[in-house]
Nanobody, 122 residues
Framework: QVQLVESGGGLVQPGGSLRLSCAASGSIARIYGMGWYRQAPGKQRELVATTATGSSTNYAESVKGRFTISRDNAKNTVYLQMNSLKPEDTAVYYC????????????????WGQGTQVTVSS
């Protein structure tokens, strides 16, 4: 069984910063990619940032230059540093990992965290 546990959300004023963390644990054989998605009320879930093996990264245009994704492979943890936050960044942020397990070492699958609320408001 695999678990993704997020932390670091909260309420912040416009222009402020937050750092999200997501730790993956369980019967993990290999993690191929990790990332962050968000879902605002009444909207579809959207990609925020992803990082794959080899440290390649991908960002949504709306967060480029403000958000930074990083990963600690030894800890199976991904981070999202969010700076210059705007009210439109308000959403539930979900961690994602594409990985294989020891039970199914050749079949990769997507796993999701429970989500953490980020609210940007004065």
């Amino acid at each position: 069984q695999v678990q993704l546990v997020e932390s670091g959300g909260g309420l912040v004023q416009p222009g402020g910063s937050l750092r999200l963390s997501c730790a993956a644990s369980g019967s993990i054989a290999r993690i191929y990619g990790m990332g962050w998605y968000r879902q605002a009320p009444g909207k579809q879930r959207e990609l925020v940032a992803t990082t794959a093996t080899g440290s390649s990264t991908n960002y949504a245009e709306s967060v480029k230059g403000r958000f930074t994704i990083s990963r600690d492979n030894a800890k199976n943890t991904v981070y999202l540093q969010m700076n210059s936050l705007k009210p439109e960044d308000t959403a539930v942020y979900y961690c994602n990992a594409r990985l294989t397990t020891y039970a199914h070492p050749t079949l990769s699958a997507d796993y999701w965290g429970q989500g953490t609320q980020v609210t940007v408001s004065s």
